[in-house]
């Protein structure tokens, strides 16, 4: 099975990310605009020396349009291959907590895809940090839930965060207009190796039969659709690394 070799790039290459809470920190600040809370359930316990804990996520201001459309980029689910080929299609945002984000700040990487060299035969791909204001996040490495203990991973983001994007101007990234009203997304695990060990879906990481989108246009928990099948085949020996399945939690200021 071919390793992450572009996202062990990524993370190697990135620096710097914003303080904000984590747990028993200051009470998390719910920024004005909303927030999505993301948690990945195992079958184990949380342990970031066995390997990375991923949250990759496309994000979309309308159905059909995708943040990075101007790269000619669509809407869909972002998959474990589309890391192992170097291609990263539908990834536009990735969040790593694990072995090779031990020493970052916080712990962990929260960064938004840049293409470069578009329309020629050297592509490449680069995940640039984003930062994060004091507050205005809330991290939990290893917090419990469905009866386990230690075996859940939940970050919380302000949901305007979702619409970053690279900019056509120097300086870095930008909210898109309109800002990003529906994601993919998908939660993928890797061993010290970045071998993918784990994914949503029926079949461990070589799944990519099943389409998870979530709208952020209203609040709600999503749960049912990140629930692993009980006929489940294809997960890791390590249950440390094995998903189980996760929710996600928007939620949206007051009318």
């Not at 990310?17 to 028993?24: I, L, Q, T």
């Not at 507050?135 to 979702?162: E, M």
């Amino acid at each position: 099975m071919i390793a992450f070799a572009a996202v062990g790039f990524a993370v190697g290459s990135l620096t710097g990310c914003g303080k904000g809470p984590v747990a028993g920190d200051v009470p998390h600040v719910v920024p004005s605009g909303g927030t999505i809370t993301f948690e990945i359930f195992v079958q184990g316990q949380i342990t970031p020396s066995q390997g990375d804990y991923f949250i990759a996520v496309n994000a979309n201001t309308d159905p059909n349009t995708n943040v990075n459309s101007g790269a000619g980029e669509v809407p869909g689910e972002p998959f474990a291959n589309e890391a192992q080929n170097g291609t990263f299609t539908h990834w536009d945002q990735e969040f790593v907590y694990g072995f090779d984000t031990i020493g970052q700040p916080n712990n962990f990487i929260y960064a938004y895809k840049v293409l470069s060299g578009i329309g020629t035969t050297g592509t490449t791909v680069t995940f640039v940090p984003i930062i994060l204001n004091a507050n205005d996040f809330q991290f939990l490495p290893q917090t419990s839930a469905n009866g386990g203990t230690n075996n859940a991973l939940s970050i919380t983001l302000p949901i305007s965060d979702i619409s970053i994007r690279p900019s056509t101007q120097p300086g870095g990234g930008t909210i898109t207009t309109p800002p990003a009203i529906l994601i993919y997304l998908n939660y993928i695990t890797t061993d010290t190796s970045h071998v993918p060990a784990d994914a949503l879906g029926c079949c461990g990481p070589s799944s990519t039969s099943f389409s998870l989108s979530i709208p952020l246009t209203q609040s709600g928990s999503f749960v049912n659709q990140l629930t692993t099948p009980p006929n489940k085949s294809g997960g890791p020996s390590n249950p440390n690394l094995y998903i189980t399945g996760g929710e996600v939690l928007v939620t949206l200021p007051p009318p």
